[in-house]
Each structure stands twice: as structure tokens, then as C-alpha cells.
């Protein structure tokens, strides 16, 4: 190796949660006031934070409430944003508050898999899927578009 060669930094991710929160075959979703977009509650986990710590505050500051983790659904790979997802099925708190919106969030709703909003974000789409299946076990995917893409991408009614 040549003195003075820099080394390159050691890789980096992201580890971000999402709380897929179903009552009674329905699910929260909430659109993003930024892009307009529908997706799940979650986000980035911070120093010095568990996970379940860190869903915890995501979800209270994207929509008011407090969730109860009842298993996780899957681990998502992005590889473009050096991210790992973990997302979670939830079920709201008892002693929760109603779902609302907040400064990232500009609507809160209910939907049936049979009427999720055309704007869906693509990859929340299949996490909600992926939830859906019922399985025991954790999922492994990669999801390889960037937000981009996705928003790009044709809506799925």
C-alpha cells in the first residue's frame, strides 16, 4: 500500500423500522406531506436507541400513537440507499390515542388491501403484502429502486 493512500471509510447503513398496524383487516397508512405519497409510519433509528424504542418514536411523531409490536415481517435490503429495513405487524396501544396527522404527516386512514390508494409508495406496497401472508417467520428481500423510481412508477389500484 502507497503511503499516504487514504482508506476508504468502512461501510455505513441506516437502519430504519416501519410499523404495519392492521385492526380488525384494515391498515393504517399515512400520506406524506412532503411528497404526497401514502406509506407506513416509521423511519430511522437514532443513537443509542433499541429498535423498539425507535419504532415507538417514529410512530408517535409521524401519527400520534403508540403501537404494540406483534412480530416481524421482514428484513428489506437497500443496497442504493444503504438501508436495512425492519418492518413490523403492530396493533395500536390500548391506551393509545386516535391516529392523527403532524408536520410529516398530512393524512391518516384506514384502508382494506382491497382499497390501498393508488399512491402507495411500491415498496411499502410490499411490505403490506408481505405482512398479509400470515407467516410465522420473517421475510428477507431486497429492494433495489430508488424513491425515484417508485415514484415513477404506475399507480396499482
Known sequence: M???ARQPDPPRFRVAMCAVIERE??????????????????????????????L????????????????????????????????FLCR??????????????????????????AQLLPKHRQRLADAMLGRPEALLRVQTTSSEEDQRMPHKG
Open 2 to 4: 502507497e503511503t499516504g
Open 92 to 117: 395500536l396501544a390500548p391506551h393509545s390515542l386516535a391516529p392523527h396527522t403532524s408536520e410529516e404527516v398530512a393524512e391518516v386512514a384506514w384502508f382494506s388491501p382491497d382499497t390501498f390508494p
Open 25 to 54: 383487516g384494515r391498515y393504517l397508512l399515512a400520506r406524506r406531506s412532503d411528497i404526497g405519497w401514502w406509506n407506513l409510519p416509521g423511519g430511522g433509528l437514532e443513537y443509542d436507541e433499541t429498535v423498539e424504542e425507535g
Open 56 to 87: 415507538a418514536r417514529e410512530v408517535r411523531e409521524e401519527i400520534g400513537t403508540e403501537v404494540e409490536i406483534v412480530r416481524l415481517v421482514g428484513v428489506y435490503s437497500k443496497p442504493r440507499k444503504r438501508e436495512v429495513v425492519l418492518s
